[in-house]
């Protein structure tokens, strides 16, 4: 039996949730982020709440609720609704690096220099103005590097939508062992396809901090 076909399937299925679910991630880290730092308080207490609930419990158990838990609880409201498994990971994956990121996001913004803040009330700019044409530029660059390893982790995570019977890397890997009970071939396979992976998306975050720097001091 040649297991590269389905392990190759499932390695695209895996690639397609990875760039999901961090891109989503990412949106939802600069919005928590920004939103923490919000000298409002209806915006900044419900991105606390959020960043606090998705880093402080279990990914496997926020996977397991929002694919069972939360069908159940619309059809209690009258929803008829169900989550495709793909819709699923990548809602709970990006919800889980998104708080994670959040905090690097206000991180960065927080060591922005004082200095540039009081410059910018000196031009009159908005508090609006100065995110976008003082903190985020100069903070962007910082971030990077944390945004990777982010990046990287929750590709490595989204073996834990193997449960949902999503056919990703990892379950297609366990169909196979179940089948052949070659667990070694399959798994050695397994772990050099993710380390395959995850090299090339740290080439790709490497290239984009790259960018990233060279367009802050242009």
């Known amino acids: 039996m040649s297991y590269l076909p389905p392990l190759l399937e499932g390695a695209w299925v895996t690639a397609q949730l ?45 996977l397991f609720w929002i694919y069972f838990a939360l069908p159940l609880l619309g059809e209690t409201l009258g929803l008829d609704f169900r989550l495709d498994p793909m819709l699923a990971g990548t809602i709970a994956l990006a919800l889980n690096i ?16 004082k200095d540039q803040h009081e410059a910018a009330r000196a031009l009159n700019f908005t ?14 660059p910082e971030m990077m590097p944390s945004f990777g390893n982010l990046a990287i982790q929750n590709l490595k995570d989204t073996a834990l939508v193997s449960l949902i019977s999503l056919g990703d890397l990892a379950f297609r890997a366990e169909q196979i062992r179940n089948f052949t009970q070659d667990s070694t071939t399959v798994y050695t396979l397994l772990l050099f396809m993710y380390f395959g992976m995850a090299l090339m998306l740290a080439a790709l975050m490497k290239l984009l901090a790259h960018h990233v720097g060279r367009w802050r001091h242009s």
């Open 98 to 113: 998104g708080a994670y990121g959040a905090e690097v996001v206000r991180g960065a913004l927080q060591s922005v220099s």
């Open 127 to 140: 508090d609006r103005q100065t995110l976008w044409r003082i903190c985020l530029p100069q903070a962007l």
């Open 18 to 62: 990875a760039v999901y679910s961090t891109l989503l991630g990412a949106l939802l880290s600069f919005t928590l982020g920004i939103g923490r730092l919000s000298k409002h308080t209806w915006l900044r207490l419900p991105s606390i709440a959020v960043i606090e609930l998705f880093r402080g419990t279990s990914l496997l158990v926020q």
